[in-house]
């Protein structure tokens, strides 16, 4: 093989391997931000709904506390009716708080798209440091062991970013049970 095909076959395996390293984080990433924003449209939606009906139960309690209020006396009903309706509180209000507990589960999604964003940063910054090595007077042979370096230090990094961010995002849910997100 001529050294110039020796270098041609170096600089696209190179390339390649860029490519396929930044494609797959930016895929990652972007299915990262798309399952916060599933979670934040899901709690959203539970705080919604929990806060609506402690609005509702909330109102049709008062209606026995102005009589209270006005010195009537209560039936065995209206009573029976309270103590229920503070029961339908203290359910949504636990509701609601189990709807807030997504914030875990995107910390967790943001946490490792950061880290994925910053091992790009470092892999392309390596990728730069050893491309400002190359002199337009370097000959191939000095080119081909600079590519040959550049890969295996761009490979190890990607191994080392990928053992970091195998780790699942997951949160016990007290409704659900164990939810993971990939």
Not at 9 to 31: A, P
Not at 83 to 104: C, L, R
Not at 112 to 119: C, E, S
Not at 157 to 178: C, F, N, P, T
């Amino acid at each position: 093989m001529t050294r110039k095909k020796i270098l041609g076959s170096h600089v696209k395996r190179l390339l390649s391997g860029v490519s396929d390293h930044g494609r797959r984080h930016l895929t990652e990433v972007e299915t990262d931000l798309l399952q916060t924003n599933l979670l934040l449209e899901e709690a959203i939606e539970k705080l919604t709904r929990n806060f609506m009906a402690i609005h509702e139960a909330v109102s049709a309690q008062q209606a026995t506390i102005e009589l209270l209020l006005q010195g009537g006396d209560p039936s065995a009903e209206d009573k029976a009716r309270l103590k229920e309706m503070n029961e339908q509180v203290s359910g949504y209000v636990n509701a609601a708080i189990t709807s807030m507990q997504f914030q875990d589960m995107t910390s967790q999604l943001i946490d490792r798209t950061l880290k994925r964003v910053t091992g790009l940063r470092e892999f392309l910054g390596t990728l730069g440091a050893h491309g400002a090595e190359v002199v337009p007077e370097s000959g191939s042979d000095e080119i081909v062991d600079l590519l040959s370096k550049v890969s295996m230090a761009l490979a190890i990094q990607s191994l080392e970013l990928r053992s970091v961010l195998r780790k699942a995002v997951s949160q016990k849910h007290l409704e659900s049970g164990d939810i993971e997100l990939f």
